[in-house]
Nanobody
Framework: QVQLVESGGGLVQAGGSLRLSCAAS????????MSWFRQAPGQEREFVAA????????YYRDSVKGRFTISRDNAKNTVYLQMNSLRPEDTAVYHC????????????????????WGQGTQVTVSS
């Protein structure tokens, strides 16, 4: 059973930066496509960024392109989300998600595509 644990959230002023980490255990991390999702109060969980199992392919929601960067270190079983130029509308609980992928190109783009979830880390951006 794969376990995912996020860290790195916090309170930051608009324009600031945070780096989220998601540590995986219990599986062969290099076999898993990974993504970040977020959920604000009263809102549905939404896709933020995805990375393929090798790290060679990434994908972002339009509103974070150019500000957020997803990356992974398969030797450390960890996926990251570097968030720059944060805005109040980025405030949410951020969850990492994973799924074993046979294809090196597979990306998790919707919650239904993921098999494993972390508990989430709160990101609050003040104006």
């Amino acid at each position: 059973q794969v376990q995912l644990v996020e860290s790195g959230g916090g309170l930051v002023q608009a324009g600031g930066s945070l780096r989220l980490s998601c540590a995986a255990s219990g599986g062969t991390f290099s076999m898993y496509a990974m993504s970040w999702f977020r959920q604000a109060p009263g809102q549905e969980r939404e896709f933020v960024a995805a990375i393929s199992r090798s790290g060679g392919s990434t994908y972002y929601r339009d509103s974070v392109k150019g500000r957020f960067t997803i990356s992974r270190d398969n030797a450390k079983n960890t996926v990251y989300l570097q968030m720059n130029s944060l805005r109040p509308e980025d405030t949410a609980v951020y969850h990492c998600a994973g799924r074993a992928a046979g294809s090196y190109l597979f990306l998790i783009r919707s919650p239904a595509d993921a098999d494993y979830w972390g508990q989430g880390t709160q990101v609050t951006v003040s104006s």
